[in-house]
């Protein structure tokens, strides 16, 4: 069996969800508590209860459904994507997260009395300071937290709006809502990773940073945190550092062999600039972190200066910039050319005096590392000149510029066979689209990604090395577009190209490919 035959098979139903739950059964647990903790009753024996649950081995549900019910609970194993299904026929509407069950009566004032603004009085502080340490709400940040993190989230967003309260995560590089907790807590939830974070409770007007570290599922994991100040309460966002879940290994990334030869060639070399392009969450670091563990040797003296550090590697020394005290990138890379390095890495090129700052080391004997927001490798050299670094330098300096992108893989354990219309595949570039060779794939939905066809991500990559021909028509002012001609005339692969071709071999759908790479076609003008 293969391994995408053995997940596929993990995560088919249990039997005795094949049968619809009775009703007499389905009102002994209450439709919002079954979709917030996504746990199903089956069927009744007695004094015992069987329930589907995503997490059979959680001791706090079981024992609140004890609780709930006053039955025993055989708890037995459910994919996540199928219990959503499931709740949501069986329950109907009442099954929304965050909605009140039936019978049970409202608490209007409660649910309006921790929201800011909007004429709502603040609470007493020695209130919330006791609803912050209240169980409840420890236990729902603990499950929040270890549940983001099983799932692989890369962020958390905890938002408040006028009468609801959302709780969304970002999987591979997409939003999705999670539950809506009971309103009533936002204020206590808010406060309580606020403490977490060791930040102001009492300063609620102003943004706020700040870090905090947990042990999670026997990881201890890194979690920065964001506040931000709204209309109805304090937006905050987690960004989940896993460093057991990041990988350095460059060949893992899926460059195509000839691109990947030349950037491992790049950061050989003792002297010169390697820039990384794209846009935030493209990768852009991940992929200077691998290529500086690659280079991470006891006789090599490694700077970088980033904001934020997200990541300590040992053997690096790392500096975090805080522009508001002054210490900004440019101050720190002139310091770092007192400390006699090897290599540099600047986080990112933001203004010509550290741009200025970076070359200049590169033309001096380092090897300097940086990224640039810019959307293709092409133009990335003229955006230096445009910043107001000399075009003599830029040319002289600059070795490879890799622009990359991240777009979702499809789900290895739903994938099946799809087509596209004629015209879509001829826009996209793919050549006599009624051609037996084109077979294309997408996820179908399962347990294994959640219902949403996609399960990890993918790198799609456009490397292109500096030659005498580039060099020369940087310093004529050449576009991007007659630049990115000619590096495509030399081998270069463009991000779409390079992603038509993991369409190809099954890795990602057209879909997104087509949304996250530029369209136009060098060999065609532009």
Avoid: W
């Avoid at 609970?73 to 994507?81: C, D, Q």
């Avoid at 209007?108 to 800011?116: A, C, L, S």
């Avoid at 962020?155 to 809502?177: A, K, T």
């Avoid at 904001?307 to 300590?312: G, H, N, T, W």
């Amino acid at each position: 069996m293969s391994s995408a035959d053995a997940r596929a098979t993990a995560t088919e139903p249990a039997p005795e969800l094949a049968r619809p739950p009775d009703g007499r059964v389905l009102r002994l647990v209450p439709a919002d508590f079954a979709s917030r903790h996504l746990v199903l009753p089956l069927r009744r024996a007695g004094r015992t209860l069987t329930v589907a649950m995503a997490d059979p081995a959680d001791p706090n549900v079981i024992e609140d459904l004890k609780f709930l019910t006053r039955f025993d609970i055989e708890p037995v194993p459910a994919g996540e994507y199928t219990l959503r299904r499931l709740i949501d026929q069986s329950y109907g509407s009442a099954a929304e997260p965050g909605r009140k069950p039936r019978g049970r009566p409202r608490e209007p004032d409660r649910e309006v009395e921790v929201v800011e603004g909007a004429g709502a009085a603040p609470r007493d502080d020695d209130t919330l300071r006791a609803d912050i340490e209240d169980e409840p709400v420890v236990r729902l940040i603990n499950s929040v937290l270890r549940d983001a993190v099983r799932r692989g989230a890369s962020d958390i967003h905890l938002e408040p709006y006028e009468r609801e309260l959302r709780v969304r995560y970002r999987l591979d590089g997409h939003l999705r809502e999670i539950m809506q907790p009971p309103f009533r807590m936002t204020a206590a939830l808010t406060s309580r990773l606020k403490i977490l974070a060791d930040l102001n409770i009492a300063e609620r007007r102003v943004p706020q940073d700040g870090r905090m570290k947990m042990r999670v599922g026997g990881k201890v994991i890194d979690f920065r945190v964001s506040t931000l100040p709204t209309l109805f309460g304090e937006r905050i966002a987690l960004r989940i550092l896993d460093k057991g879940k990041l990988s350095f290994d460059l060949e893992s990334f899926g460059m195509e062999e000839r691109a990947e030869r030349r950037f491992l060639e790049a950061i050989a070399n003792p002297t010169g600039m390697v820039l990384v392009t794209g846009p935030t969450g493209s990768g852009k670091t991940t992929t200077l972190y691998s290529a500086l563990a690659r280079l991470n040797r006891p006789e090599v003296n490694i700077l970088t200066a980033e904001d934020p550090v997200e990541y300590s590697v040992r053997g690096i020394n790392q500096v975090q910039v805080r522009s508001k005290i002054g210490l900004t990138f440019a101050l720190v890379l002139r310091a770092f050319l007192r400390q006699d390095p090897d290599i540099v890495m600047v986080g990112e090129i933001r203004d010509a005096e550290t741009g200025g700052i970076a070359v200049k080391a590169a033309l001096t004997g380092h090897l300097v590392l940086s990224t640039l927001h810019t959307n293709d490798a092409a133009s990335t050299a003229a955006r230096l000149v445009d910043m107001g670094i000399e075009a003599f330098n830029v040319a002289a300096a600059v070795t490879i510029i890799t622009a990359q992108r991240l777009v979702r893989r499809i789900c290895a354990a739903c994938r099946v066979e799809t087509s596209y219309p004629r015209e879509v595949l001829r826009s996209a570039g793919i050549e006599d689209p009624g051609g037996p060779d084109n077979t294309f794939h997408r996820g179908a939905g399962c347990d294994a990604c959640g219902g949403s066809g996609y399960a990890g991500r993918q790198g799609l990559y456009e490397v292109l090395p500096m030659s005498s021909a580039i060099r020369r028509m940087v310093l004529t002012g050449a576009s991007a577009e007659e630049i990115e001609r000619r590096a495509v005339e030399e081998g270069m692969v463009t991000l779409r190209q390079d992603g038509l071709i993991k369409v190809g071999k099954g890795i990602v759908t057209l879909e997104e490919v087509l949304g996250e790479t530029p369209a136009r076609n060098p060999r065609e003008g532009g």
